[in-house]
């Protein structure tokens, strides 16, 4: 021990520019030994989900902050003894610590020094997400009650004693903190957020996934369980108000008392909202649209499904969709620039970093294919493919959300029939995709039922005059409509 010393990890800057991030999940806890590039627990930002590595070895004295937490960059947020393993007897204090003593981030280091590349130090304070205050077990019922109420989901089978019991042992904090990290129950990070805002405590939960993994149906099931016993006596509280409500309802006695559901804003949703609102007070927008028939890019698509090129490949419309763009930016080129507002000019991208919008449990993203231009059309589909598992898995990295020089957003596939898109910051044009459908078409003099969609252009009018967003956008629905185009323009 006397040749031990303990080092602090601190959280670092996984992008570019990051000031804080959100604890998902701790792979380790106080007394386990880790090795030098191991990862230690899984944190958020506010563009990506990512895994943390510890960089030296030791065994782990404490966890500074819970599941849950925001941290600043530059905060610790784990205790390593990097010269030795410590006496049993130290194992338990270090395991309560982080429920115990929430000071503890603030007995840091004076001097702090950075442990990785890439993240300065922070001088704020780390900021907690707000905590409720423990209810006793009927109050507790009644929260989940009214939170099953306000998602929709209806009631289980009559067993209303099963919640009763993890309420009525949820008390005794202090008892309960060493044993916690042993039973601590595995969930996903979707599963972990809906826990959160259905006021459900995972470790009550009864779990029925692979390898005792809680799922979204047992959360479900142990809310729709907790409702039974707020049905059997709904008159026992009647006047409770829903009046103090900071977070979300604590513990209304009915579905009319809780008439609200606050969603603290955080990660990819507030990154996305603060984007949302600096593009569309910064750059001047204008959006036009066009309708095409597609009726012969639907048909290349079944076509190339059989060819034995794209064997293994998703080939789907919005590969041509995109092949289509990166002609319309090959031919006019002025379209892929952005906006240097301190130096006052147009920087013109001799390369096409296409961003594709993907819808995700933790929200909107935009990664990009970065160098698409250069892609042949199998190269192109393989990059989708890969681009949207990863980003329905939540491991999109930052970097692949950086860089993005104009992005396609495909709004059809939940039956719209287009938008208004708002540019990415740092891009001149989206490309918004309606949903393709059967309409009625002058094909040929006849009137005909033909495969339909309606485009729309969204560009900086600042770079972008109406004759070039024009000419994108009227070469784009060229192609679609005759996709031979892509043989003798590309």
């Known amino acids: 021990m006397t040749n031990a010393s303990v080092r602090e990890f601190k959280m670092p800057d996984v992008g570019e520019g990051l000031t804080e991030a959100e604890i998902l999940k701790w792979y380790v806890q106080p007394g386990d030994t880790v090795t030098d590039g191991q990862v230690v627990c899984e944190v958020e930002t506010a563009k990506a989900a990512v895994e943390l590595p510890i960089p030296y070895d030791g065994v782990v004295r404490a966890l500074h902050f819970p599941e849950g937490t925001t941290v600043d960059v530059g905060t610790s947020i784990i205790a390593v003894e990097v010269a030795g393993g410590a006496p049993a007897q130290e194992e338990a204090p270090a395991a309560s610590a982080p429920a115990t003593e929430p000071e503890q981030p603030a007995e840091q280091p004076a001097a702090r020094q950075p442990v990785l590349v890439g993240y300065g130090v922070a001088t704020s304070s780390t900021r907690r997400r707000p905590r409720k205050q423990a209810p006793d077990a009927a109050a507790g019922q009644a929260a989940s009650a009214v939170q099953s109420e306000l998602n929709g989901h209806g009631a289980a089978p009559a067993t209303p004693a099963a919640p009763a019991a993890p309420a009525a042992t949820a008390a005794p904090a202090a008892p309960a903190a060493p044993e916690a990290p042993a039973q601590r129950p595995l969930a996903k990070p979707p599963v972990r957020k809906l826990a959160k805002d259905l006021g459900v405590d995972l470790a009550t939960v009864t779990p029925t996934g692979p390898g005792g993994v809680v799922t979204r149906e047992d959360v479900h099931a142990a809310v729709a369980a907790a409702q039974v016993p707020q049905q059997t006596a709904p008159a026992a509280q009647p006047s409770a108000p829903a009046a103090s409500v900071p977070d979300r309802p604590s513990a209304p006695a009915s579905y009319d008392s809780a008439r609200e559901t606050r969603i603290p804003v955080k990660g990819v949703r507030k990154a996305t909202a603060a984007a949302m609102v600096g593009s569309a007070f910064t750059a001047p927008h204008v959006t036009e649209f066009v309708t095409v028939d597609v009726t012969r890019t639907m048909k290349l698509v079944e076509e190339l499904k059989q060819d034995k090129e794209f064997a293994g490949l998703r080939v789907n419309p919005l590969l041509l969709i995109a092949k289509a763009l990166l002609v319309a930016i090959r031919r006019n080129p002025d379209i892929n620039a952005s906006w240097d507002e301190a ?107 033909r495969q339909v969609t309606t485009l729309a252009l969204s560009f900086d009018h600042r770079l972008v005059d109406g004759e070039l967003g024009s000419k994108v956008l009227a070469d784009v629905a060229a192609v679609l409509e005759q996709p031979k185009r892509l043989i003798t323009w590309a």
């Open 343 to 449: 130096a006052q000019e147009i920087v013109v991208k001799h390369y096409v970093n296409l961003g594709i919008a993907a819808a995700t449990p933790r929200g909107l993203i935009v990664p990009n294919i970065k160098d698409a231009h250069a892609k042949t059309l199998p190269e192109l589909a393989a990059s989708l493919g890969e681009l949207v598992s990863t980003a329905r898995e939540g491991k999109t990295s930052p970097s692949a959300m950086q860089g993005g020089t104009v992005t396609i957003t495909n709004v059809g596939v939940f039956g719209v029939d287009t938008g208004t898109p708002l540019l990415n910051p740092g891009e001149s044009a989206i490309l918004a995709v309606g949903a393709i459908k059967p309409q009625p078409w002058v094909h040929k003099g006849k009137v005909k039922p």
